[in-house]
């Protein structure tokens, strides 16, 4: 993943930008930077916890992290902005 060559190096997080983009930031008039950071903020908890995932089989990432193995000594995982 050096930034040249395979376009396959960063499809995910551009996937990723796209969605960010087309689903929280264009649909908005977003006109100061505490706006912007808090609609950034709403939409990363929508994503994580609450948007179901077609690679999940529906099913949400938080779920899926909180189900699956965890390595020891590390605390739980949670995002510090919750969002109305």
């Not at 395979?6 to 551009?14: K, P, T």
Request: with cysteine.
């Amino acid at each position: 993943m050096d930034g040249r060559g395979r376009w396959m190096d960063n499809v995910m997080i551009e996937r990723l930008w796209r969605s960010l983009k087309y689903e929280c930031v264009y649909l908005r008039e977003l006109e100061t930077g505490s706006e912007l950071r808090q609609a950034l903020a709403w939409w990363i908890d929508f994503y994580n916890n609450r948007r179901p995932h077609k690679a999940f089989d529906g099913r949400k990432p938080m779920e899926i992290y909180q189900e699956g193995p965890k390595p020891e000594g590390v605390p739980p995982l949670a995002w510090p902005h919750k969002a109305a």
